[in-house]
């Protein structure tokens, strides 16, 4: 079995920052990359960034600047940094994976979400 934990989720004013963190634990032999995702109130999940092994990073374009991804896959652990919050970052952001088990398989992976709340 495989769960990500998630933690740093919480309520900030518009303009501060928060950093969330996220680690992969459980039974698997390894990531090739992990990512953010979210979900506002009403709209449907999207990806917000990803960063790979070998360290390439991706983000959508509402982020860009903004959000820093950062990792360190020898804790299978990711990080996403948020400055310059604003009211519409406010959702469920939510950790994915997709790992590789013992068995050579694939298996995705969610994480159980925590709420960022930005507001004044």
């Known amino acids: 079995q495989v769960t990500l934990v998630e933690s740093g989720g919480g309520l900030v004013q518009p303009g501060g920052s928060l950093r969330l963190s996220c680690a992969a634990v459980?039974?698997?032999?390894?990531?090739?990359?992990m990512a953010w995702y979210r979900q506002a109130p009403g709209k449907e999940r999207e990806a917000v960034a990803l960063v790979t092994r070998v360290g390439a990073t991706n983000y959508t374009d509402s982020v860009k600047g903004r959000f820093t991804i950062s990792s360190d896959f020898a804790k299978n652990t990711i990080y996403l940094q948020m400055n310059s919050l604003k009211p519409q970052d406010t959702a469920v952001y939510y950790c994915f994976t997709r790992v590789v088990t013992s068995m050579l398989k694939y298996l995705e992976v969610w994480g159980q979400g925590t709420l960022v709340t930005v507001s004044s």
């Open positions: 459980g039974d698997f032999l390894g990531v090739n990359a």
